[in-house]
Every structure is written in C-alpha cells, then in structure tokens.
C-alpha cells in the first residue's frame, strides 16, 4: 500500500524557517515526480514545488521562488522543502504529492494537482507576523 507521510509542520514568526519531509511507503521511489502542494482556507489547493526523479530539474511558483527550496534522498525515499523567510501568506496544509511514471521533462512548465496520483495526509505550517 502506497503511503506518504509529511512531517515538520508548525508555527513561526514571520522571517522564520521550517523544514517539511515527507516520506513514502510502498512504491518504487526512483521512477516518481515529487511535489509539494498547500491549501489555504478557503483557497484552491496550489503547487509549490516539484522534482524530478534524479533530483536534476526543479520546479518553483513564483509565490514562494528564491525561499524555498525542495530536494529528495532517494537513498531514504524522502522528500524535503526548506522554508525560509516565511511570510504571513504561507499559512497553509501543507501535501506531498507523487506522480507515478514521470521523467521531470515538462517540469519546467508546473506542477499540474491532476497529475499527481498518491497524497499524503498534510501538515499544517501558520506564520504569525
């Protein structure tokens, strides 16, 4: 059974940092596209950031580009997305995401949510200013 498990989330000042990971049970890791996803109340649910299989090709939203930084161990079949400079706006739940069978060639262009197959259950990021 395919399980993702995120980890890393709480509450920090604005100007502060996280680090979230999330780690997948129960597929092969190597042959998927990882993401990050967050929902704010009341909001759409967006991509954040992706990476490809290899770790080579990386996608940013423009929203979070320059703070954030996503990066996979395929040693440990874990995914990670550093925070930094957080701002009131990123409050939000926070998903990894996986899409089975995915070379990271159109990642460049984003992270479509119908895409990704597996989610996790979310973790929870609040940045007070």
């Known amino acids: 059974q395919v399980q993702l498990v995120e980890s890393g989330g709480g509450s920090v000042q604005a100007g502060g940092s996280l680090r979230l990971s999330c780690v997948m049970y129960g597929y092969t890791w190597s042959s998927l596209c990882m993401g990050w996803f967050r929902q704010a109340p009341g909001k759409e649910r967006e991509g954040v950031a992706g990476?490809?299989?290899?770790?080579?090709?990386?996608y940013y939203s423009d929203s979070v580009k320059g703070r954030i930084t996503i990066s996979r161990d395929n040693a440990k079949n874990t995914l990670y997305l550093q925070m930094n400079s957080l701002k009131p706006e990123d409050t939000a739940e926070y998903y990894c995401a996986a899409r089975p069978r995915c070379s990271g060639a159109a990642l460049p262009f984003g992270i479509p949510i119908r895409d990704f197959q597996y989610w996790g259950q979310g973790t929870q990021v609040t940045v007070s200013s």
């Open positions: 990476i490809s299989p290899n770790g080579a090709t990386t």
